[in-house]
């Protein structure tokens, strides 16, 4: 089974059983995604937003 996947857009790509999962990246674009494995598989994400200060 194939699929194509939009390199134009950032984010996270999970394959997992034959299916693709996208993540986007955190909305206030700096932050970090977890993911968690359990079994080989995915089991959760966890997503932490940074904010910024412009000097």
Not at 26 to 54: A, L
Request: hydrophobic share 30%; glycine share 8%; charged share 25%.
């Amino acid at each position: 089974m194939k699929s194509e996947i939009d390199m134009k857009t950032n984010g996270i790509y999970i394959v997992e059983d034959g299916e693709i999962i996208f993540l986007k990246p955190p909305e206030s674009r700096y932050g970090q995604q977890i993911v968690h494995w359990v079994d080989g598989k995915v089991s959760h994400t966890q997503t932490t937003s940074t904010v910024k200060f412009k000097r």
